[in-house]
């Protein structure tokens, strides 16, 4: 299984700063993937993070905000932009580890939990 | 597209109870389904997956079964623990990686 470490755990930010979360996986993974957990709600993808090249992002979500970086297999950065208090989310890294469609498993980073004031 | 819908919550039950939490989905294919938990101040950690129709995934004493002909996968527990106590998310994914989540179900149990 792969073991996950994200940082910040926690951060206030001030509205229209910039704060990146780091994404650090203990093996080299093929797919990364960064979701979003507004408070009280489930979770949402925000964009798959690809390794070499842009990553992709789901309906809703634009480079421009939430810009992505996937230098290596094994680390990840996600950027809020800009932020507002509509920000204020706890933001997950997801690793896919086995084989695809069978043996599929996805781990989770502990999160880290954003308030912009 | 893809979607799941999971019973509102909160459920609150006293110790020994028995639990069902109803998770319903909409997928085209063979999606793999999953629930997912988070306990007060942790991350997400997977509970139980099953990848096809009429398999039965089981962990911890939770049981789902994969019912393609009802499009459900009910998460239940035959004598649920304080320790139980959590948010529980039923997830689909259509395997290329990417996770759908229900709204997320969040179960008290008092002693």
């Known amino acids: 299984s792969a073991v996950i470490s994200q940082k910040p755990s926690r951060d206030i930010c001030q509205r229209g700063t910039s704060l990146t979360i780091q994404c650090q996986v203990d093996s080299q993974v093929t797919m990364m993937f960064w979701y979003r957990q507004q408070p009280g709600q489930s979770l949402t993808l925000i964009a798959t993070a690809n390794q070499g090249s842009e990553a992709t992002y789901e309906s809703g979500f634009v480079i421009d905000k939430f810009p992505i970086s996937r230098p290596n297999l094994t680390f990840s950065t996600l950027t809020v932009s800009n932020m507002s208090p509509e920000d204020s989310s706890i933001y997950l890294c997801?690793?896919?580890?086995?084989?695809?469609?069978?043996?599929?498993?996805?781990?989770f980073g502990q999160g880290t939990r954003l308030t912009v004031v | 597209g893809n979607s799941v819908t999971q019973m509102e919550g909160p459920v609150t039950l006293s110790e020994e109870a028995f639990l069902t939490i109803n998770c319903t989905y909409t997928?085209?294919?063979?999606?793999?389904l999953f629930w997912y938990v988070q306990y007060p101040g942790e991350g997400l950690q997977l509970l139980l997956k099953a990848t096809k129709a009429d398999d039965k995934g089981s962990n911890k004493g939770f049981e789902a079964t994969y019912r393609k002909e009802t499009t459900s996968f009910h998460l239940e527990k035959g004598s649920v623990q304080v320790s139980d106590s959590a948010v529980y998310f039923c997830?689909?994914?259509?395997?290329?990686?990417?996770?759908?989540f229900g709204q997320g179900t969040t179960l008290q149990v008092k002693p």
């Open positions: 997830a689909l994914s259509d395997n290329t990686g990417k996770l759908i």
């Open positions: 997928a085209t294919g063979y999606p793999s």
């Open positions: 997801s690793v896919e580890d086995g084989d695809r469609g069978v043996n599929t498993e996805a781990f």
